[in-house]
């Protein structure tokens, strides 16, 4: 979109329990369906930790056969999970994706120590069924697909990179076998207000580069007072990834896209195509400000920050090598 010139308490995550194996056995004890039941409330959505690496359970996509992974915890649908009986008894359950309503299992429910694990349809496998064990701090999460030494759960190799898929492998205390329950929470959808953690009083907003560079509109930070016309609206278009449409009474709407070239390439504009516009991934974070979030262009896995971390009004939002620093840090909070 090309324009000629003219004039809540923060989200974030929540622990489901401090004491994490506790937590864990009490959602297990309180949920009694079967798989093929309906959904159960929000409340009972959860997301599994790998203890080692601080990093959640998740299928990638709904796709049938779908690799289980470990990813940064980001509020994203994908890495919910919802615990259910299983119809094999024993103490049992099936662990449900909340996004594809598929069943974490192991594949072809071998007794193979390295088998992968998988997303499948929920069914009487036993590979589809797990026991729960206390151990080290979390649990131990043990599919039913052998009798004799039980095996568990891991992250291969008790790896801490983004990505490292599931096994099946032996209980050997590993620290990649360790899990507890948390409940990482998105950003609030629909209207919303963007400040940078770096200057909160500010919000994302319509301006225009500093230098004269482009005569175009641009996302820059300005006072929350006025930064409405545009309104900003937040779509999720897929797990965890996001569009972020600007409303304008004159304009229409516009979603942000980043510019990987011309004069201010890295500066955000708005779009009427918003169909081919930047995909943004929206993560919560703790550090450096408590209740913000961390906005990664998808595309690239950079991260958007204020230029030259600069915290007056007009500074603009630029895509950028992500660091620790607070001026890559934002909130999102309901319009």
């Given at each position: 979109?090309?324009?000629?010139?003219?004039?809540?308490?923060?989200?974030?995550?929540?622990?489901?329990?401090?004491?994490?194996?506790?937590?864990?056995?009490?959602?297990?004890?309180?949920?009694?369906?079967?798989?093929?039941?309906?959904?159960?409330?929000?409340?009972?959505?959860?997301?599994?930790?790998?203890?080692?690496?601080?990093?959640?359970?998740?299928?990638?996509?709904?796709?049938?056969?779908?690799?289980?992974?470990?990813?940064?915890?980001?509020?994203?649908?994908?890495?919910?999970?919802?615990?259910?009986?299983?119809?094999?008894?024993?103490?049992?359950?099936?662990?449900?994706?909340?996004?594809?309503?598929?069943?974490?299992?192991?594949?072809?429910?071998?007794?193979?120590?390295?088998?992968?694990?998988?997303?499948?349809?929920?069914?009487?496998q036993p590979g589809a069924s797990f026991t729960f064990t206390e151990a080290d701090g979390g649990v131990w999460i043990r599919p039913r697909t052998v009798s004799a030494s039980p095996l568990c759960l891991e992250v291969t190799g008790s790896s801490t990179a983004d990505g490292a898929q599931l096994r099946q492998w032996g209980c050997e205390r590993q620290s990649g076998s360790v899990f507890t329950q948390e409940r990482y929470q998105g950003p609030a959808l629909g209207w919303a207000k963007i400040r940078?953690?770096?200057?909160?009083?500010?919000?994302v907003t319509e301006g225009r580069d500093r230098k004269g560079l482009y005569r175009s509109a641009v996302a820059v930070q300005r006072p929350c007072a006025q930064a409405v016309p545009p309104r900003t609206y937040l779509e999720e278009v897929g797990a965890g990834r996001y569009?972020?449409?600007?409303?304008?009474?004159?304009?229409?709407?516009?979603?942000?896209?980043?510019?990987?070239?011309?004069?201010?390439?890295?500066?955000?504009?708005?779009?009427?195509?918003?169909?081919?516009a930047t995909v943004?991934?929206?993560?919560?974070?703790?550090?450096?400000?408590p209740g913000g979030f961390r906005i990664?262009?998808?595309?690239?896995?950079?991260?958007?920050?204020?230029?030259?971390?600069?915290?007056?009004?007009?500074v603009e939002v630029m895509r950028q090598t992500c660091t620790s620093a607070l001026s890559q840090e934002f909130f999102v909070d309901p319009e």
């Open positions: 979109m090309r324009r000629p010139g003219h004039g809540r308490t923060h989200a974030g995550r929540t622990h489901a329990a401090l004491l994490a194996v506790l937590a864990l056995l009490l959602t297990l004890t309180a949920t009694q369906e079967t798989a093929s039941a309906a959904s159960p409330s929000a409340a009972d959505d959860i997301n599994i930790v790998a203890t080692h690496s601080g990093m959640c359970l998740e299928a990638a996509t709904a796709a049938e056969g779908e690799v289980i992974t470990q990813r940064g915890c980001a509020g994203r649908k994908n890495a919910l999970w919802t615990l259910k009986s299983s119809a094999l008894g024993g103490a049992s359950y099936q662990i449900v994706n909340v996004y594809s309503g598929k069943c974490i299992a192991v594949e072809n429910s071998s007794p193979a120590v390295g088998a992968l694990v998988r997303q499948q349809t929920c069914g009487n940078p953690a770096s200057a909160p009083s500010l919000c569009r972020i449409q600007w409303h304008h009474p004159e304009f229409g709407i516009g979603c942000l896209t980043v510019m990987d070239g011309g004069p201010v390439p890295g500066m955000l504009e708005p779009w009427d195509a918003c169909s081919v943004f991934q929206i993560e919560p974070v703790e550090t450096p400000a990664r262009d998808a595309g690239t896995g950079q991260c958007l920050g204020m230029a030259d971390g600069g915290t007056a009004e007009g």
